[in-house]
C-alpha cells in the first residue's frame, strides 16, 4: 500500500525551529519529486519546498526568506523539512506530496494538481 506519512509538527515560540519528516511505504521516495504544502486556517493550500528526484535540486516559496530547508534521507525513505526562525505566520497544517514525473522548477512545482500522493498532513503551530 503506498502511503506517506507526515510527522514532527507541534507547539513552539516563534523564533523556535521544528523538523518535519515525511516517511514513505509502498514505494521509494528516491524517485520521486517531494513537495512540502502547507494550509493555514481559512487559506488555500501553498506550495513550501520542492526536492526533485533526479539532482536533489530544491525550490522554495519566496516568502520563506531562507528559513527552510529540505533534504533527503534515503536509507530511512524519509524526507525533512528543517525549519528555523519560526514565526506565527507559519502556523498551518504542512503536508507532503510525492510524484514520479514531475521536476521542480518554475511555478509547476508548487501546482497542487501535479503530485500522486498525499499524506495526511501534520499541524505545527508557532505561537508569538
Known amino acids: 500500500q503506498v502511503q506517506l506519512v507526515e510527522s514532527g509538527g507541534g507547539l513552539v515560540q516563534a523564533g523556535g525551529s521544528l523538523r518535519l519528516s515525511c516517511a514513505a511505504s509502498?514505494?521509494?521516495?528516491?524517485?520521486?519529486?517531494i513537495g512540502w504544502f502547507r494550509q493555514a486556517p481559512g487559506k488555500e493550500r501553498e506550495g513550501v519546498s520542492c526536492?526533485?528526484?533526479?539532482?536533489?535540486?530544491?525550490y522554495y516559496a519566496d516568502s520563506l526568506k531562507g528559513r527552510f530547508t529540505a533534504s533527503r534521507d534515503s536509507v530511512k525513505n524519509t524526507v525533512h523539512l528543517q525549519m528555523n526562525s519560526l514565526e506565527p505566520e507559519d502556523t498551518a497544517v504542512y503536508y507532503c506530496?510525492?510524484?514520479?514525473?514531475?521536476?521542480?522548477?518554475?511555478?509547476?512545482?508548487?501546482?497542487?494538481?501535479?503530485?500522486?500522493?498525499w499524506g495526511q498532513g501534520t499541524r505545527v503551530t508557532v505561537s508569538s
Open positions: 509502498g514505494f521509494t521516495l528516491d524517485y520521486y519529486a
Open positions: 506530496a510525492a510524484d514520479s514525473s514531475l521536476y521542480c522548477s518554475g511555478y509547476v512545482w508548487a501546482q497542487i494538481k501535479e503530485y500522486e500522493y
Open positions: 526536492i526533485s528526484s533526479s539532482d536533489d535540486s530544491t
